[in-house]
């Protein structure tokens, strides 16, 4: 039986307990698809029992080569993806980048983010904050009011994942977040990642090849449909 819960907060019986709980686990996913019209039908397995755990204040990298399954086993994790067995539990409050932004061409930045911002039932204040604080972060302030399909894709990936990031999440899912970012913006965004660490807070990030292994606390890869350490 597959199943996915999402808590937004832990209810320990203490504070060790709290701390010591990864905030993130996966158990036994599997997932299938199907490919083809009866009777000329496939089924191909990407994930055959995949575990994952992800503790307070960690930072993993999930590797693995094209077609592995990576991409599959973040939307298991986010639920935008039912299982075909498995169980996932996050603790707190989840923020999500996928490969592919979400975005509607017709808002701006600042629309986007006052539209996301409602959607985690922010404050506008709060919201306000937040956005400007990542303008600040990434680079991109002087787009505050450019339509998503006047973006460049670098900036869009700004956008991207700054949506991810407004709402501060405990635990933050990203799925090939730095693909066609220019070298400043690499650097912002590890710069980022280290705060978030520090903050106690998580980070998985999937990438089908690693740079710079000293960044990640460890190194998961995806092979034969499972989760190995690397």
Not at 4 to 28: C, F, I, N, Q, Y
Not at 156 to 170: H, S, W
Request: aromatic letters at 8%; a neutral charge.
């Amino acid at each position: 039986m597959a199943a996915v819960r999402h808590t937004e907060s832990a209810t320990p019986t203490s504070a060790e307990a709290v701390a010591a709980e990864p905030v993130l686990r996966a158990s036994g996913i599997e997932k299938s698809y199907r490919r083809g019209i009866w009777p000329v039908q496939r089924t191909r397995q990407v994930l055959r029992g995949a575990d994952l755990t992800l503790e307070r204040g960690e930072v993993v990298g999930l590797v693995g080569e094209n077609g592995s399954g990576k991409s599959t086993l973040m939307k298991v994790l986010v639920g935008a993806l039912r299982p075909d067995a498995g169980t996932v539990t996050v603790t707190g409050r989840l923020g999500y980048c996928p490969q592919e932004p979400v975005v509607y061409e017709r808002l701006t930045c600042d629309e986007h983010f006052e539209l996301f911002g409602r959607a985690y039932r922010m404050s506008t204040d709060a919201e306000r904050a937040s956005r400007r604080a990542l303008y600040a972060a990434l680079g991109f302030e002087r787009y505050a009011t450019t339509r998503a399909d006047q973006l460049s894709g670098g900036t869009l990936a700004k956008l991207n994942l700054g949506l991810a990031l407004l709402a501060d999440p405990d635990v933050l899912l990203l799925d090939e977040p730095y693909a066609g970012f220019d070298w400043d913006t690499y650097l912002r965004f590890w710069d980022l990642v280290a705060q978030r660490r520090e903050a106690g807070h998580s980070v998985l990030i999937i990438s089908h090849f690693v740079a710079d292994e000293e960044r990640f606390d460890r190194l998961v890869r995806l092979h034969h449909g499972k989760a190995v350490p690397r």
